[in-house]
């Protein structure tokens, strides 16, 4: 498979390492460095895009990539306020797009006990529920995608919260 990188940080570099072992090729690396080689002529030698941007141009980066009927796996965080928008554009334009806020299998499962474990306790109204995430000083979005997430689940079963 030719993988598009849209983001080339520690994500991006941590995805090249796995995809070349599995025997994908990356056929483009954009980062801030080079957004001019960002083209629907250079997408095309791409099977999917992966995107892990910021906030300010993961929605566009999902658009140039579905303009160009490539495909996105998007990990970026802190554009949902758009979501929407991206959710219609891709509708009108035949697109493809998997988001998560996290890919990681083990956090994925934690998501899953973090809505059982909210939906036991909402009926007791003698809890008050929180969220404290800790990071590495590194860490570009605070909160986190993944401590957003769990919040929004959490919510979900306590909404005066």
């Known amino acids: 498979m030719n993988i598009a990188l849209i983001g080339y940080g520690k994500m991006g570099k941590a995805i090249e390492e796995i995809a070349l072992q599995k025997g994908h090729s990356i056929a483009l690396k954009i980062d801030a460095m080079n957004l001019q080689e960002f083209t629907a002529e250079n997408l ?13 141009t993961a929605v566009q980066n999902i658009k140039t990539c579905i303009a160009a009927s490539i495909p996105v796996i998007s990990g970026s965080t802190g554009w949902l306020d758009h979501w929407a928008d991206v959710e219609e554009y891709c509708r009108d334009n035949e697109g493809t797009l998997l988001y998560a806020s996290n890919f990681s299998i083990g956090v994925n499962i934690f998501f899953e006990v973090n809505k059982k474990l909210a939906s036991l306790m909402a009926p007791h109204k003698d809890y008050a529920v ?18 957003i997430t769990l919040a929004e689940q959490i919510m979900q079963e306590f909404p005066d919260k």
């Open 44 to 56: 095309q030698q791409c099977d999917v895009a992966i995107e892990f941007t910021g906030p300010h």
């Open 130 to 147: 929180t969220v404290e995430e800790v990071h590495h000083t590194e860490k570009k979005d605070a909160p986190s995608g993944t401590a």
